[in-house]
């Protein structure tokens, strides 16, 4: 297993490599994008706060990259391109293919048939957003030329045991494991963050039960709302808070490591572009020293134990509300 970390800035992918990154990935929203497109989002991340911003940039990475065997993916992930977009799309590709780009993370089928056809020299990722749940979909996204797919955020081990067992050999699997959670499912969800995640607001309900219903309805509804709380805010990265030892708080798959390599996962992604680059280095890190003990063969029980001393927040792990792998 791999680990895959995140950047958004030139500055970043050495000190992420030398923290024990051995993949990268990131943005690129060019400026011709944003003169034509304005805020329209190229790919799941603002524009301005997550991506690289030019080829010339994108190029540095690789170098940067290439200086120590680590590839560097490129997102080209929303949920669809329309018609006009595709030929700048396609033209991106293929700059970003000449900068050293190995793969393109993708998630709209239009898209990948494109690239395939255009003969853009890279492989091919399915992106989370394609919602690759089952060894049928992985052979589907197969036959379409890819190379990884990025499994779902609220897929079990099991599953992913499942999918592994049935999908084609040569595909390989990626799995989320630390940061960035999410309440829903996010291939199936439409809405983009550019307004705010609409998972994150604070809706107001009240509660009129129609008759016949328990006595006790509005209680419970209550109580299944602060539950429900607590959940959006372990997924949020607890508030986008850090534990006492200056470790990033939030979703973790750090204890299921054991049991992801058995299950056949080539990849560990790290979430968060748009992190501040301590809180990337510190991600990096954290996965790195556990990671390390499963290299190293320890026991299940010791790596979970492990990852649980690290962290030092017995109080968010006991509740498992920010467990990627309950």
């Known amino acids: ?25 990131c943005g690129l929203v060019p400026a011709a994008w944003v003169r ?9 991340r603002d524009p301005r706060g997550a991506n690289l911003h030019g080829v010339d940039e994108l190029a540095q ?13 490129l997102t080209l992930n929303a949920h669809h391109y329309g018609p006009d977009d595709l030929p700048f799309v396609i033209e991106m590709a293929t700059r970003a293919a000449d900068a050293g780009i190995q793969a393109m993370i993708v998630a709209d089928v239009g898209l990948m048939l494109a690239l395939r056809e255009a003969g853009v020299p890279t492989k091919l990722h399915v992106s989370s957003l394609g919602t ?29 045991a499942a999918i592994r067992a049935a999908a084609p050999p040569a595909l390989e699997l990626e799995a989320f ?23 994150m607001t604070p809706w107001a309900s009240e509660v009129v039960p129609l008759p016949g219903a328990p006595d006790d309805l509005a ?37 299921a490591l054991p049991a992801l390599q058995a299950a056949g996962v ?3 992604k790290i979430v968060g572009r748009e992190a501040s680059p301590w809180r990337k280095l510190a ?35 006991e509740t498992t509300y920010m467990c990627y792998y309950r």
């Open 132 to 160: 690759c749940t089952n060894g049928e979909a992985a052979a589907f996204f197969h036959e379409l030329g890819a190379d990884r797919v990025v499994l779902p955020r609220h897929l079990s081990v099991r599953e992913i």
């Open 283 to 317: 991600s990096v890190q954290l996965a790195r020293a556990v990671l390390n003990r499963v290299r190293a063969n320890d026991e299940a029980a010791a790596v979970a134990a492990k990852a649980k001393a690290l962290r030092a927040t017995p109080e968010l792990c």
């Open 36 to 44: 034509a497109k304005g805020d329209t989002w190229l790919n799941r």
């Open 1 to 25: 297993m791999k680990l895959l970390a995140p950047l958004r800035s030139v500055d970043e992918a050495r000190p992420l490599i030398q923290s024990g990154a051995e993949e990268l990935y």
């Open 266 to 268: 080539a990849s560990l």
């Open 219 to 255: 209680e419970k509804w209550a109580a299944n709302e602060v539950s429900y709380r607590k959940l959006l805010w372990n997924l949020n990265n607890c508030g986008s808070s850090n534990s006492e030892k200056g470790l990033p708080n939030g979703p973790c798959g750090l204890c």
């Open 177 to 199: 494991l630390l940061n960035d959670g999410c309440a829903f499912e996010e291939g199936r969800c439409l809405t983009t963050h550019q307004l705010g995640p609409i998972c």
């Open 61 to 73: 990475v690789t170098a940067i990259a290439a200086e120590h065997d680590v590839p560097v993916f």
